[in-house]
């Protein structure tokens, strides 16, 4: 059975630090006043730190349904938070992409199998090349600032500073995938994932040049594809398509196209009075 836990690693968490402290063994990190945990198992471990560190603020992020109904049975007051996480599925046959459901990834597909258009000239096309490594990180971060300024009315913006963060600090914490799309030597698009197991993979970050219309489609059904051939040898393979930040929008981007196993409720906690809180334990 698969589970959202199962994807919770330490390069996911890592995703989500920026410039702030890890704590110990990765379960979460300190920002200024608080302890924000992604590991339910140490709750009461960072309740006794508080003790003696004053009024600490503890948040507990991407807790499972399980989880949090177990934090339940503790009784503390809190407020909370519902996002989703939706894990897609993946088997040899969605490749095909045949039928009604897929025509929009056939579209994109076809609009890009003789390679990128000229923006000036739609007539010339320049060959698509997939590389595992960029020509050079500069190229990442002018297509993060461009990505920016094509969605600037965007409410992720602020994520810009978190991926630059785990690139420069983090990148090689775990078994990191990238894929980097080029035409005409200028990166495209690019999608960087961690492989969790022999069938998991979180999708950590990815971006594409909004000039080409639906190029993600592409994007991703190609990077998809890569994983099914380089890694998992045809096999059925599981990706978390990463939380939805409790936007509907979001949610129905993430599983407008692909085939999802489950879409995963997650909670973001907040324990409210960490100092009387303290009390009961």
């Not at 330490?10 to 920026?18: P, R, V």
């Not at 320049?126 to 595992?132: A, D, M, N, R, S």
């Not at 190029?215 to 099914?228: G, W």
Request: proline fraction near 2%; charged fraction near 25%; include cysteine.
């Amino acid at each position: 059975m698969v589970t959202y836990d199962q994807f919770i690693t330490k390069s996911l968490i890592a995703s989500y630090i920026s410039g702030r402290e890890p704590l110990n063994d990765f379960v979460g990190y300190k920002n200024k006043d608080e302890f924000v945990l992604f590991k339910f198992d140490v709750l009461d471990e960072y309740l006794e730190v508080s003790k003696f560190l004053g009024n600490v603020v503890i948040k507990l992020r991407n807790l499972t349904e399980s989880q949090y109904q177990e934090f339940l049975k503790r009784n503390i007051k809190h407020t909370k938070t519902s996002l989703h996480s939706p894990i897609y599925i993946f088997t040899k046959d969605f490749f095909k992409l045949d039928g009604h459901k897929y025509k929009k990834l056939r579209q994109s597909m076809s609009n890009f199998k003789n390679g990128i258009p000229d923006l000036e000239n739609k007539d010339i096309f320049y060959p698509i090349e997939i590389k595992t490594k960029p020509n050079n990180q500069q190229d990442v971060i002018d297509l993060i600032h461009l990505w920016k300024e094509q969605r600037k009315d965007a409410h992720f913006q602020f994520f810009i500073g978190y991926e630059k963060n785990y690139y420069k600090n983090f990148f090689n914490l775990g078994k990191n995938i990238g894929l980097y799309f080029y035409a005409n030597d200028v990166l495209i698009g690019y999608n960087v994932l961690e492989q969790v197991d022999d069938n998991k993979f979180n999708l950590l970050y990815g971006k594409t040049d909004m000039n080409y219309k639906r190029f993600f489609n592409y994007m991703d059904v190609s990077t998809y594809k890569y994983l099914l051939d380089n890694f998992v040898n045809g096999d059925e393979f599981f990706v978390n398509s990463g939380d939805t930040g409790g936007d509907q929008s979001m949610l129905d981007f993430k599983t407008k196209h692909f085939d999802v196993l489950d879409i995963c409720p997650i909670y973001n906690v907040t324990i409210d009075n960490t100092k009387k809180i303290n009390k009961i334990f």
